[in-house]
T-cell receptor
Framework: QKEVEQNSGPLSVPEGAIASLNCTYS??????FFWYRQYSGKSPELIMS????GDKEDGRFTAQLNKASQYVSLLIRDSQPSDSATYLC????????????FGTGTRLTVIP | GAGVSQSPRYKVAKRGQDVALRCDPI?????LFWYQQALGQGPEFLTY????????KSGLPSDRFFAERPEGSVSTLKIQRTQQEDSAVYLC?????????????FGEGSWLTVV
C-alpha cells in the first residue's frame, strides 16, 4: 500500500517570502512525482512533475527530489496571495501507470 | 469542450436514493479516472477506464458503486442507496495516454450531499 504524507498545515508565509512544502513517500520504487494545486472549491491542476533526483525549476516554482531519503518538496519563491491554495503531492499507484495516489495536501496561505 | 465536463455540479440526495454522475472527458482521451474527495482530504482513487474497458475498480468502496464507459468516451458513476458517508466531491479526470508521463486533467467535480 503506497503512502504519501504531507503536513496538512495550514502554512502561512508573508507575501514575497519562500514557501516550502514537503512530502514523503513510502514506496522506494516510485519513479514519478507530481505536485498539484487546488484552489478552494476547484479541481486539482498539475503544476510540476519531477522524475530525477535534484531540482527542477519552472518560473517561481522549484521541485526537489531526493530518492534516497524518499522525499519530494516544492518551493515557491516570491510567494503571492494568489498562491494561497492546497498543494497535493502525488505518485503513480503502480509503476508506469498514470493512476495517481494523492497525499492529503498542505494548505498554504500567503499573507499580503 | 476544452476541458473535462461533469454534471451535475451539485446534487443533494436523500439517504437511500440512487444518483448518477456524468463525466465528459477531453475529446480523444483514452484514460478516464474517477476519484472521491472528502472535505480536507486528497482525492482517493475509485476506478480507471482505458477506452471502454474498466481496468481497475479496486477503489470502489462498496458494491453500491458502479461505473461505466460504454463507448469509450462519456462515463457515468452510479451510487445506489446513498448513505451519508457518500457525501463528497466526485472528481472525474482524463489523460491522452496510459503511461505515467501523461498529464491528468481534472473536471470541476460533482458535489454530492446525502441528507
Amino acid at each position: 500500500q503506497k503512502e504519501v504524507e504531507q503536513n496538512s498545515g495550514p502554512l502561512s508565509v508573508p507575501e514575497g517570502a519562500i514557501a516550502s512544502l514537503n512530502c514523503t513517500y513510502s514506496d522506494r520504487g516510485s519513479q514519478s512525482f507530481f505536485w498539484y494545486r487546488q484552489y478552494s472549491g476547484k479541481s486539482p491542476e498539475l503544476i510540476m512533475s519531477i522524475y530525477s533526483n535534484g531540482d527542477k525549476e519552472d518560473g517561481r516554482f522549484t521541485a526537489q527530489l531526493n530518492k534516497a531519503s524518499q522525499y519530494v518538496s516544492l518551493l515557491i519563491r516570491d510567494s503571492q496571495p494568489s498562491d494561497s491554495a492546497t498543494y497535493l503531492c502525488a505518485v503513480p499507484a503502480q509503476t508506469g501507470a498514470n493512476n495517481l495516489f494523492f497525499g492529503t495536501g498542505t494548505r498554504l496561505t500567503v499573507i499580503p | 469542450g476544452a476541458g473535462v465536463s461533469q454534471s451535475p455540479r451539485y446534487k443533494v440526495a436523500k439517504r437511500g436514493q440512487d444518483v448518477a454522475l456524468r463525466c465528459d472527458p477531453i475529446s480523444g482521451h483514452v484514460s478516464l479516472f474517477w476519484y472521491q474527495q472528502a472535505l480536507g482530504q486528497g482525492p482517493e482513487f475509485l476506478t480507471y477506464f482505458q477506452n471502454e474497458a474498466q481496468l481497475d475498480k479496486s477503489g470502489l468502496p462498496s458494491d453500491r458503486f458502479f461505473a461505466e464507459r460504454p463507448e469509450g468516451s462519456v462515463s457515468t458513476l452510479k451510487i445506489q442507496r446513498t448513505q451519508q458517508e457518500d457525501s463528497a466531491v466526485y472528481l472525474c479526470a482524463s489523460s491522452l495516454g496510459t503511461g505515467s508521463g501523461n498529464t491528468i486533467y481534472f473536471g470541476e467535480g460533482s458535489w454530492l450531499t446525502v441528507v
